[in-house]
């Protein structure tokens, strides 16, 4: 069974820190999918990347880096110099293209609290 | 655009009402879902659609019922309401295969008493 853990429920930092949010996959496939979505305090859920598993190479978008390693069936999310709008609940999540309707496996989430 | 559109927003029911969360999607996606989500455990697949006239269950799904009449809807049904299904639900459509993301309606906050 697929399987999604994010094992920070919640973490705080101040303005301008680093910030790595983690997240460890379990899954028997070798073709999969991996998903970060961002959950504003508006409520919404919003696609911030997603990643194949034949593509190990990071990425990088502004403020925002992704770690993928298949090694340790790890895909973390590094946001650079947070600021207060970074503040969210973070979902990463797991999809496998043999399962019939795209469907995907959300971890618990991480709250990050971004302080002034 | 308007996207994933979800109705209502908030709604509380007595325990044993019933209700209908009505989602629509202007997108012409083939595939839509419920998710809900409750606190420490993130969102889990309720059920889902694959086309119209087609429904399928997701992790969670006693308690629910569905249908996909239309392309653009999916309803999701509470025949009988429980404290248990307190929660906040999501609707979410797209395409098929998996190098497309699903995008999300609002959410609906619903509190049974």
């Known amino acids: 069974a697929q399987k999604v853990t994010q094992a920070q429920t919640e973490i705080s930092v101040v303005e301008k820190e680093d910030v790595t949010l983690d997240c460890v996959y379990e899954?028997?496939?070798?073709?999969?999918?991996l998903f970060w979505y961002k959950q504003p305090p508006s409520g919404e859920l919003v696609f911030l990347i997603r990643r194949n598993s034949f593509d190990e190479q990071n990425e990088i978008s502004g403020r925002y880096s992704w770690n993928f390693q298949k090694s340790t069936s790890s895909f973390n999310f590094t946001i650079t110099a947070s600021q207060v709008v970074d503040s969210a609940v973070y979902f990463c999540a797991l999809s496998d293209p043999r399962e019939y309707g795209n469907k995907l496996v959300f971890g618990a989430g991480t709250i990050l609290r971004v302080k002034s | 655009n308007a996207g994933v559109t979800q109705t209502p927003k908030f709604r509380v029911l007595k325990t044993g009402q019933s209700m209908t969360l009505l989602c629509a999607q202007d997108m012409n996606h083939e595939y839509m879902y419920w998710y809900r989500q409750d606190p420490g455990m993130g969102l889990r697949l309720i059920h889902y659609?694959?086309?119209?006239?087609?429904?399928a269950k997701g992790e969670v799904p006693d308690g629910y019922n569905v249908s996909r009449l239309k392309k653009q809807n999916f309803l999701l049904g509470l025949e009988s309401a429980a404290p248990s299904q307190t929660s906040v639900y999501f609707c979410?459509?797209?395409?098929?295969?998996?190098?497309?993301?699903?995008?999300f309606g609002q959410g609906t906050r619903l509190t049974v008493v």
């Open positions: 899954t028997r496939d070798t073709t999969y999918y």
């Open positions: 659609s694959v086309g119209e006239g087609t429904t």
């Open positions: 979410a459509s797209s395409y098929p295969g998996v190098k497309t993301e699903a995008f």
